[in-house]
């Protein structure tokens, strides 16, 4: 499975952006899809999951309310929709496909992940 993300770009505080992560072929049925960030600096940190049953969860705390997280019927594509962006949010965002139906906060229970997608907010 190849991961393709997309989306990101240059947008000034207060903005929005469309993330999307399309797989190169049908993810498995059972496998959670998760959005991660790494700001220059910072370790990679989990974002949002959706499970293999279209059930969703943003984790980081800093973007409840701003970030939501959705995925196609087919289990090709999932999306990060980004409102209120901040310029604490600028960052490298990356999906990835998990080992397992839920997803973790953990990089290492993934085995796929996308080349990664640049989103800068400017202030």
């Known amino acids: 499975v190849q991961l393709q993300a997309s989306g990101g770009g240059l947008v000034q505080s207060g903005g929005s952006l469309r993330l999307s992560c399309a797989a190169s072929?049908?993810?498995?049925?059972?496998?959670?899809m998760t959005w991660f960030r790494q700001a220059p600096g910072k370790e990679r940190e989990a974002v949002a999951t959706?499970?293999?049953?279209?059930?969703?969860?943003v984790w980081l705390a800093s973007v409840k309310g701003r970030f939501t997280i959705s995925r196609d019927n087919t289990g090709n594509t999932v999306n990060l929709q980004m409102t209120s962006l901040k310029p604490e949010d600028t960052a490298v965002y990356y999906c990835?496909?998990?080992?397992?139906?839920?997803?973790?906060?953990?990089?290492?229970?993934?085995?796929?992940w996308g080349r990664g997608t640049q989103v800068t907010v400017s202030s």
């Open positions: 990835a496909v998990a080992r397992r139906p839920y997803g973790s906060t953990t990089p290492a229970d993934y085995n796929y």
């Open positions: 072929k049908r993810t498995s049925s059972n496998n959670a």
């Open positions: 959706i499970s293999w049953r279209g059930e969703s969860t």
